[in-house]
């Protein structure tokens, strides 16, 4: 379903949208599609930006997942993950992300590094002094962003095996949901 666009014409790019969509109908466009619309026809291009994941380690509160899985799927993340709890559908996520995108669940954080995807880089995010300031941070292409529990944040294993930690300004943490979905916009608006 990836077409390539004409040589030597400026086609008019947009982000897949439902309104966009709808101007499909037998077409299954992904979220990190583009339509593109050139002398009335339209193509289905896949982005060039990489892809990105975001998940949690040992989230004390469901709603928060809820909430940050509906997030990533509005903001076009490829996947979502859980590490060390089960997922389980939410109120919160009243978009069902987990019948959108693919849901992965991990029973421990060894479990997770092992079946990470080849050549993306694991950003924590976390609140800790030798952090990178999130509005200092380039985001890499291929990106698995990882948040901690609520009360007890990353765990020292999974910092020790990010390649990137970023931290939100403020002296106190945010919510989980929160942090994590600003941490997604900032992607966004960056790349």
């Given amino acids: 379903m990836v077409n ?3 040589e030597n014409s400026q086609p008019e790019l947009r982000h897949n949208s439902e309104q966009e969509v709808d101007l499909l109908p037998s077409a299954q466009v992904a979220a990190n599609a583009l339509v593109v619309r050139q002398g009335g026809q339209i193509e289905v291009v896949m ?3 990489g892809y990105f994941g975001i998940g949690c380690l040992n989230m004390k509160t469901s709603m928060n997942f809820g909430t940050l899985f509906r997030t990533a799927q509005v903001f076009g993340a490829d996947f979502i993950f859980l590490i060390g709890c089960r997922f389980k559908q939410q109120a919160s996520d009243t978009m069902k992300s987990w019948k959108h995108i693919p849901t992965f669940v991990y029973k421990d954080f ?3 590094n092992e079946h990470r995807p080849y ?3 694991l950003i924590g995010i976390e609140l800790i002094e030798t952090a990178t300031p999130l509005k200092e941070f380039k985001h890499p292409k291929q990106a698995c962003y990882l948040l901690g529990a609520e009360d007890n944040g990353l765990t020292k294993e999974a910092m020790q095996n990010c390649q990137e930690i970023i931290y939100l300004p403020g002296e106190n943490s945010l919510n989980v949901s929160v942090a994590g979905s600003i ?3 900032d992607r ?4």
Avoid: E, H
């Avoid at 966004?188 to 790349?191: Q, V």
């Fill in 4 to 6: 390539s666009l004409i």
């Fill in 47 to 49: 982005r060039k930006k």
């Fill in 110 to 112: 060894a479990d997770f």
């Fill in 119 to 121: 050549d993306c880089k």
């Fill in 183 to 185: 941490v997604l916009y």
């Fill in 188 to 191: 966004l608006s960056k790349l």
